[in-house]
Structures are given as structure tokens and as C-alpha cells.
């Protein structure tokens, strides 16, 4: 078996063995395969791809997408993104003529060397709850529970409501925002991922990549906002991405509302058909605001992290 980095010609077998294995995730979670690959295409050529080739001569690419392959076959992939302290695992899959040979622990084995190289100190991915195959491999992999997270769903009926006014979070904002955001993260997680995997403000060079739209709200003063709320909308995926929304803790109900009201009004302006929200477990007070606001629970998932060691 060869391992080696993702190749453009590897993108019609890639895209059928993601839509074959991760059919029943993706009708969860609104995610659309093609739209990735349009993604790792745009990654691929032009000046991102030649940016992505400088970047890898030097050991410092963002991401690398990891091919398994036997006899010119596609057997297996993982995407591997070296984010702070960690190195994020998503897309691990195998052909399913081919399961149970070593091919995903083959892929494990070589994204915790690349993280290791590049000094992260674990390896992070998210396993979905129901997904017992997965979560046992990964279990005897050395990949320990750090956090459990809710999804929770609201369909959007197209109309765009006109949302109350708030204002846009600015750059002022951030380092009030993030030193509350950390402290909140309980130890384990921050252990791995001192940003709790996610930053503040969106960043548009990441959206022209991703080709997806972004955008963050607060309300209170600036520099010291009350409370805060980001969207995320790419034009493929069947659902726009509220998150990290960040509310003090002495902070009117009717104010909390209000922002995550101006969020979902900026998805569907958008035509967004969904808007999906993710939860730690545990985080009773943003649960009821999302349950009140329409919201259902739809999956849970299950952070799993491994410690990196001089053997790993
Ligand atoms: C989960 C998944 C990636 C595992 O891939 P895989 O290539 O079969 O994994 P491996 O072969 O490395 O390991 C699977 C098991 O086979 C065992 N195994 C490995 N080589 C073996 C061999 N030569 N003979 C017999 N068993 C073997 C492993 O020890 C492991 O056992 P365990 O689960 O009890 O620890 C695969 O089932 C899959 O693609 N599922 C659908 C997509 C998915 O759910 N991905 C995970 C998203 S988080």
C-alpha cells in the first residue's frame, strides 16, 4: 500500500467513496462532498496551489489531504488540518471492500507523524455518537474523549425576516472576546485546543478559499461586548453554521435573542434552507435560548484526542 498526498486525478474516485461512506452523515449535517472537492481543487491550482506547493517545501501547509492507495486503487483517505496544538483529523474513510486490513490505522499512523513533526502535541477528530466501528478503532488507537457536543437544527422557511440590529464585532472586540471564550473552555479540551478549534472573527482570505461567507455580530460596548454570535453560509451546503456564540452570563434573555435572531436573518438572506448549531454538552443556558428559537437536536458527537509520544 502507497501512502501519498491527495493528486487532482485522485477527485472522481475521492468524490464517489465520500458520497458512498459518509451518505448517511452527510443527509445529517447538510454536508456536500462536491463542494469539498470544489475546495481541494481550488487548493490545487492557480496561485493557492502554488502557495499550498511553497508552504509544503518548507513544512508549513495548512492541510494535507492523505491518500491511500493498492494497484493505481483509491483504498482510503484522511484530511488532515495542523491547527494550534493539535493536528485535526476529518474524512477518515475506507473503501468498504477493504475495511479491517489496516488501511484507516495505516492513515492514523502517518497523520500523527506529519503533526508530530510540525510539534503538535495531539491528534483531535470528532467521531460521530452512533458510529460504534469507528469510535472502537480510534479507542485502541490511544484516542481518549475530550468533549461531547450536541448539533441542534432549525429549518428556515426562505423568507427573509428582517433581523433586529446589531452591530458587526470588530478587531477591538477580540482580545476581550477570546481571554472569556478560553476561559471557558473546561482544561481537557484546552489542553489540545487552547482556541477551543475555532477563532472569533472570520477571516476572508479562508472564505475566498473555502467559498463561504462569514459573518460576526456583538452587542455592548466595543472592546467589551456583552455578547457575541458568528455565522457561517457556503453556497453548497444544504445548512448555515452558527457558532461560538459567546453571551455573558448576566446578560438579558431578550438580548441573547436578539443576536442569534440577527444571525439566522443574515442566513436566510442568504436562501439558506437550514441553520445548524453546535453545543458542548452541558451548556444548559444557550440549549434553552436554541430550543426556544426553534432549534432540535439532531446528532451528538464525541471529541476524541491522542496524546502524541516519542512513539506515536
Ligand atoms: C472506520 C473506518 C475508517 C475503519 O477503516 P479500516 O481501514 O477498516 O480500519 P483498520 O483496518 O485500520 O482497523 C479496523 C479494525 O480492523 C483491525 N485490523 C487491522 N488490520 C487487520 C488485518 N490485517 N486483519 C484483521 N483485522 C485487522 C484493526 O485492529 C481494527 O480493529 P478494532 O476496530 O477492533 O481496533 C471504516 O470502517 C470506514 O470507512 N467507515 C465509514 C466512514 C466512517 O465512519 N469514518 C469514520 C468517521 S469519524
Redesign the pocket.
Known amino acids: 500500500m502507497i501512502l501519498r498526498d491527495f493528486r487532482l486525478r485522485d477527485a472522481p474516485s475521492v468524490l464517489r467513496q465520500v458520497q458512498e ?2 451518505a448517511g452523515e452527510f443527509a445529517l449535517t447538510g454536508f456536500d462532498p462536491a463542494h469539498f472537492l470544489r475546495v481541494v481543487e481550488k487548493t490545487h491550482r492557480g496561485w493557492i496551489g502554488m502557495a499550498r506547493r511553497v508552504l509544503q517545501l518548507f513544512g508549513q501547509t495548512p492541510a494535507r489531504f492523505l491518500i491511500a492507495e493498492e494497484s493505481g486503487e483509491l483504498r ?1 483517505t484522511t484530511l488532515l488540518t495542523l491547527q494550534r496544538g493539535h493536528g485535526y483529523l476529518s474524512m ?3 473503501d468498504a471492500r ?8 495505516a492513515l492514523l499512523n502517518w497523520a500523527e507523524q506529519i503533526s508530530q513533526r510540525r510539534g503538535k502535541r495531539y491528534v483531535a ?1 470528532d ?2 455518537s452512533g ?1 460504534e ?2 469510535r ?2 480510534y479507542g ?1 488507537r490511544g484516542y481518549r474523549p475530550i468533549r461531547r457536543t450536541s448539533s441542534f437544527v432549525r429549518e428556515l422557511d426562505g423568507k427573509a425576516p428582517s433581523g433586529p440590529s446589531v452591530r458587526p464585532a470588530l478587531s477591538s472586540d477580540i482580545p476581550f472576546l477570546e481571554t472569556v471564550y478560553r476561559r471557558r473552555i473546561p482544561d481537557p479540551v484546552r489542553e489540545v485546543m487552547p482556541d477551543g478549534g475555532s477563532s472569533v472573527l472570520p477571516s476572508r482570505w479562508l472564505d475566498r478559499i473555502l467559498l463561504s461567507e462569514s459573518e460576526a455580530w456583538c452587542l455592548g460596548p466595543e472592546g467589551r461586548p456583552t455578547a457575541y454570535a458568528r455565522a457561517t453560509f457556503t453556497t453548497p451546503r444544504e445548512a448555515g453554521i452558527l457558532s461560538l456564540p459567546y453571551i455573558a452570563i448576566d446578560l438579558p434573555p431578550a438580548d441573547q435573542r436578539t443576536l442569534v435572531e440577527a444571525a439566522l436573518a443574515w442566513l436566510s438572506v442568504r436562501r439558506t434552507p437550514r441553520a445548524v448549531v453546535t453545543l458542548a454538552e452541558g451548556n444548559e443556558p444557550m440549549r434553552l435560548l436554541v430550543e426556544s428559537l426553534g432549534f432540535q437536536e439532531r446528532w451528538s458527537t464525541e471529541t476524541l484526542a491522542k496524546r502524541l509520544t516519542a512513539s506515536s
Open positions: 461512506n459518509f482510503g477518515v474513510m475506507t477493504y475495511r479491517q486490513r489496516g488501511v484507516a490505522s477528530l467521531v460521530l458510529n466501528g469507528a472502537r478503532l485502541h
